[in-house]
């Protein structure tokens, strides 16, 4: 009996400790993912849709893939997600899926959306009007009591100011400059690029998590180079023993038989995947609090 008891104990004790470590690693993973996910304009609703979504779908697939049938009850019971949203997520399209997660966009950039399509918020030209911030009738405190979900007026300006979306004009007049509250210095390249690399990496750290017969091999080193000569000469070596490391590890994907020819192996293959990074960035300072504009008091009109 006591045998029974410490055996049962020890297995709850590594799974509670497995579960406490996988809760701190996606507490790092997720870091970056919002992040990302906060300069692209994205909400954490929509987040949780994302998430919702691939998670059903995911295990979804998994059934298929064991050659069973789609059990709704036995996906429910691993997501805690309901059997008719469950459902609902498996029989969407893609542009379903992406049409369900706009509408959870942000506050802000639901309130930019109101301004370019709603005729109320546009001038003579069809074009966003500029707004006075307080006034009666249409107005942007108008504008954001009908978009911005209860917000105050004060909160959403100045964070669409401070993103670049709005400029004050005039002591009680904004001016729309952009569509959507994103991150300036983002392009469609690097956020495809960010999905890709992300994914493939992540992808390959789960397998080798499940599988213990997999390698894996991650190394990181971290310093501090203060002179911009050295920094230059640092980046141009690493960079060509990435090109020399890299084509030799390509090159030993096949082999050449007798007669010169790339020939594949007849072996049963190894997925094999070589990710070289490298990173250099000045280390930031904390702005003085000083230099922090000052906020502006705006009066209502009477």
């Known amino acids: 009996m006591v045998g029974k008891y410490t055996e049962s104990n020890r297995r709850r004790v590594k799974g509670d400790a497995i579960r406490v470590g996988a809760v701190d690693a996606l507490f790092k993973v997720l870091a970056p993912v919002a992040e990302f996910a906060l300069d692209a304009g994205l909400s954490v609703r929509e987040l949780k849709s994302i998430f919702q979504i691939v998670s059903v779908n995911i295990l979804a697939d998994h059934q298929i893939e064991e050659g069973r049938r789609h059990s709704i009850s036995a996906i429910a019971a691993t997501t805690g997600v309901s059997r008719t949203e469950i459902s609902r997520i498996i029989k969407m399209t893609a542009l379903e899926q992406r049409q369900i997660v706009n509408r959870e966009r942000q506050p802000t950039n639901r309130l930019l959306a109101g301004w370019c399509c709603d005729s109320d918020y546009a001038n003579v030209d069809g074009q966003p009007a500029d707004l006075k911030i307080f006034d009666h009738g249409v107005s942007f405190n108008s504008l ?17 100011v401070r993103v670049g979306s709005v400029e004050v004009i005039a002591a009680n007049t904004v001016r729309l400059k952009t569509q959507l509250a994103v991150n300036g210095a983002f392009n469609l390249d690097s956020v495809n690029e960010f999905g890709e690399r992300s994914a493939e990496f992540l992808v390959l750290m789960l397998s080798n998590t499940r599988n213990s017969q997999g390698h894996r091999f991650v190394s990181n080193v971290k310093g501090s180079v203060e ?29 050449s038989d007798s007669r010169g020819k790339r020939k594949s192996s007849r072996a049963k293959p190894h997925s094999v995947s070589l990710t070289v990074i490298y990173s250099d960035e000045p280390e930031l300072k904390a702005l003085s609090a000083k230099l922090a504009p000052r906020r502006r008091n705006m009066r209502r009109p009477p």
């Open 227 to 255: 002179s911009k000569r050295v920094l230059q000469a640092l980046r141009r070596e690493n960079h060509a023993r990435s090109v020399e490391l890299t084509s030799a590890v390509k090159d030993r994907f096949f082999y």
């Open 144 to 160: 954001v009591r009908q978009y911005g979900r209860g917000l105050p007026t004060r909160a959403i300006l100045d964070e669409l």
